[in-house]
């Protein structure tokens, strides 16, 4: 599993990397009651918008963390918006890519780097 600075995560299994957010933005956001997620076929490059999440604190643009095509979407957790709040790394996932470039994952951070990273942002 990978990180971003933003706090999203992209797990990768093959070609294909499925986005969610850390364990971390979900706490920073509260209780998710609303999710807007990507159609599957739109494209994204490695930054890119490519969906919502709104809490009842805040609504947070949530970025592709590599680049790629949507080839599918989670609608559990557009049905049940909990989901990513009670299992944000595993059922809250959003939206899975097929990767264009898998080397866009290099500048990523690993669990060990994300742990870190979290301590300067704390």
Partial sequence: MRFTKDHEFVRVDGAVATVG???????????????????????FAKGAAAAVVESVKAASDIFSPVGGEVVAINDAVQATTSLINEDPLGRGWLFQLKLDDPSELDGLMDDAAYAEFLKTVA
């Fill in 21 to 43: 957010i850390s364990d971390y933005a979900q706490q920073q956001l509260g209780d998710v009651v609303f999710v807007e997620l990507p159609a599957i076929g739109t494209k």
